[in-house]
């Protein structure tokens, strides 16, 4: 259900997108003020990213800490399941840091940032699972 959700909400986001800039560029506007509105879009939408990232970020920090607190009171078996998930948390952690510094200095594609943000979210619940035992 989470999964259908989350699709269908980037599913619109994108699609809002598509027609905002398709709106944009059939407008009967001047070539500056349609740069300068394809120019505030862009700057939007990696605000949008740059917020995204810090959460995630952020979010990632406490579970990863929170995780290696209760650590201790789990099996052996699932201690070594939680390790590896800590691990991957720390890597997806690393890369959203990456990518906001990628972003800061512009060096950023999408596809970077979507795969910053996609792998990232994976970590997160993943370890929310293990902490949910």
């Not at 990213?49 to 979010?59: G, Q």
């Amino acid at each position: 259900m989470k999964k259908a959700t989350k699709k269908l909400a980037i599913g619109t986001a994108v699609a809002a997108g598509v027609g905002y800039l398709t709106g944009i560029l059939t407008a009967p506007k001047s070539g500056k003020e349609t740069r300068k509105d394809i120019h505030d879009a862009a700057l939007k939408a990696k605000r949008e990213s740059e917020k995204k990232l810090k959460a995630l970020h952020s979010d990632l920090d406490k579970v990863i800490k929170e995780a290696k607190k209760n650590a201790s009171k789990l099996k052996a078996s699932t201690q070594k399941d939680l390790q590896a998930a800590i691990e991957a948390g720390n890597k997806a952690k690393e890369k959203t840091r990456e990518a906001l510094s990628a972003l800061h200095e512009g060096g950023s594609d999408d596809k970077d940032l979507e795969r910053a943000i996609k792998e990232a979210n994976r970590a997160l619940e993943h370890l929310k699972k293990y902490l949910a035992k």
